[in-house]
């Protein structure tokens, strides 16, 4: 039953992923030649668009390498098929679900599947968000410092999108810091809030029952947090580092969709840069999960799209319109984004079915063996 439920859901989940995609494309190609954008698009350097295929590769690659050695650290036997599993599992349902919510309750079903203890998973779960967040808010301050060096002029409203992104992820990062670090001061804003949450109007009872306690289970888990990078420093030190590849290459793919559009001129640091502009104005929230999940139990996000769809195409029109020209900026969109999203988008989905293909195929062989 629970089964038929879960498929019936991911179906109105694509179907819902599918509208949004239309509506992009729609828009992408209204009143341009769609033929010569094509065109474009098909006569691109195989040799670079592969290199971009396998730099986009690296995300999911280093998403299953960090749960492993996580995994790992915990005392769990997982192997690097099983990290894997996880990461491509987290990429598809978080993509196709407001807010990116579906990813991480989809992993901790595979990894309680696997044997592996519901806390273990959360938590394994949550440092590795921290760890690429981490990695990604410094990557966003040195973006940042490079805007006057570079001479990058923004767009108004990506300005103002960057600079309301960039000080509440500032402010977010000090607030975990705080929570996770300092178990008094973490009690103390706890306290606060559960004084302010009464007096809230229009709001049941029952629903601020519901806040406080998630905010509990938040709480605590921040504090496991604490004491799982002190038992496990060089494996946090190993995520971070693996992170920041993971990033590099990620954000990367753009130059290499430059180079096979047979662009010169722009330094991979200048296309670089802008990538990470254009992740920082489409990821508003940019949280590690338990904050995350807490905020959307709450509240509505501030940009309720699966995988951020339409907001980092219009963020990538703007930032790349003083770079391409013509149909080349809407090839170039369908490239960058094709490659670093939905092609991974794709090939997560793929890879699931196969994976759970062949499991269903053991279950059967031992059945009838």
């Given at each position: 039953?629970?089964?038929?439920?879960?498929?019936?859901?991911?179906?109105?989940?694509?179907?819902?992923?599918?509208?949004f995609?239309?509506?992009i494309?729609?828009?992408?190609?209204?009143?341009?030649?769609?033929?010569?954008?094509?065109?474009?698009?098909?006569?691109?350097?195989?040799?670079?668009?592969?290199?971009?295929?396998?730099?986009?590769?690296?995300?999911?690659?280093?998403?299953?390498?960090?749960?492993?050695?996580?995994?790992?650290?915990?005392?769990?036997?997982?192997?690097?098929?099983?990290?894997?599993?996880?990461?491509?599992?987290g990429?598809?349902?978080?993509?196709?679900?407001?807010?990116?919510?579906?990813?991480?309750?989809?992993?901790?079903y595979?990894?309680?599947?696997?044997?592996?203890?519901?806390?273990?998973?959360?938590?394994?779960?949550?440092?590795?968000?921290?760890?690429?967040?981490?990695?990604?808010?410094?990557?966003?301050?040195?973006?940042?410092?490079?805007?006057?060096?570079?001479?990058?002029?923004?767009?108004?409203?990506?300005?103002?999108?960057v600079?309301?992104?960039?000080?509440?992820?500032?402010?977010?990062?000090?607030?975990?810091?705080?929570?996770?670090f300092?178990?008094?001061?973490?009690q103390?804003?706890?306290?606060?809030?559960?004084?302010?949450?009464?007096?809230?109007?229009?709001?049941?009872?029952?629903?601020?029952?519901?806040?406080?306690?998630?905010?509990?289970?938040?709480?605590?888990?921040?504090?496991?947090?604490?004491?799982?990078?002190?038992?496990?420093?060089?494996?946090i030190?190993?995520?971070?580092?693996?992170?920041?590849?993971?990033?590099?290459?990620?954000?990367?793919?753009?130059?290499?969709?430059?180079?096979?559009?047979?662009?010169?001129?722009?330094?991979?640091?200048?296309?670089?840069?802008?990538?990470?502009?254009?992740?920082?104005?489409?990821?508003?929230?940019?949280?590690?999960?338990?904050?995350?999940?807490?905020?959307?139990?709450?509240?509505?996000?501030?940009?309720?799209?699966?995988?951020?769809?339409?907001?980092?195409?219009?963020?990538?029109?703007?930032?790349?319109?003083?770079i391409?020209?013509?149909?080349?900026?809407?090839?170039?969109?369908?490239?960058?984004?094709?490659?670093?999203?939905?092609?991974?988008?794709?090939?997560?989905?793929?890879?699931?079915?196969?994976?759970?293909?062949?499991?269903?195929?053991?279950?059967?062989?031992?059945?009838?063996?």
């Open positions: 039953m629970n089964d038929t439920i879960s498929i019936k859901k991911t179906g109105k989940q694509i179907l819902v992923f599918l509208f995609l239309f509506l494309f729609f828009f992408l190609f209204k009143g341009k030649d769609v033929s010569q954008i094509l065109k474009i698009a098909a006569s691109a350097s195989f040799p670079a668009i592969v290199a971009g295929i396998a730099m986009a590769g690296a995300f999911n690659l280093s998403e299953g390498l960090n749960l492993g050695i996580l995994l790992k650290a915990m005392g769990h036997k997982v192997s690097f098929a099983q990290g894997m599993k996880y990461a491509y599992m990429f598809f349902f978080s993509s196709i679900t407001p807010s990116s919510t579906g990813g991480q309750p989809m992993q901790l595979a990894m309680k599947k696997d044997g592996i203890d519901l806390s273990h998973g959360s938590l394994a779960l949550l440092m590795e968000l921290a760890s690429f967040q981490a990695m990604a808010f410094l990557f966003e301050l040195f973006a940042v410092a490079m805007i006057p060096v570079l001479g990058i002029s923004l767009p108004a409203t990506i300005k103002i999108l600079v309301a992104g960039f000080i509440m992820n500032a402010a977010f990062v000090a607030f975990l810091l705080v929570v996770i300092s178990e008094r001061m973490g103390r804003i706890f306290g606060l809030v559960k004084k302010i949450l009464p007096r809230l109007p229009f709001v049941k009872e029952e629903t601020k029952s519901q806040w406080i306690r998630k905010m509990e289970e938040g709480l605590l888990e921040f504090h496991a947090c604490a004491l799982l990078m002190k038992e496990h420093k060089k494996a030190a190993k995520m971070c580092i693996i992170s920041a590849g993971q990033i590099i290459c990620w954000f990367g793919v753009p130059y290499m969709v430059y180079l096979a559009l047979g662009y010169q001129g722009s330094s991979f640091l200048h296309i670089f840069v802008l990538q990470i502009l254009i992740y920082k104005s489409s990821s508003l929230l940019p949280l590690p999960g338990v904050v995350l999940q807490i905020l959307i139990y709450m509240s509505s996000s501030l940009l309720p799209l699966p995988g951020a769809m339409g907001i980092s195409e219009y963020a990538f029109l703007q930032l790349f319109g003083s391409y020209s013509g149909s080349s900026m809407t090839a170039a969109v369908l490239l960058s984004r094709g490659i670093s999203f939905y092609f991974l988008l794709a090939l997560s989905g793929i890879m699931l079915l196969l994976i759970y293909g062949a499991a269903r195929q053991r279950k059967c062989n031992t059945i009838f063996s």
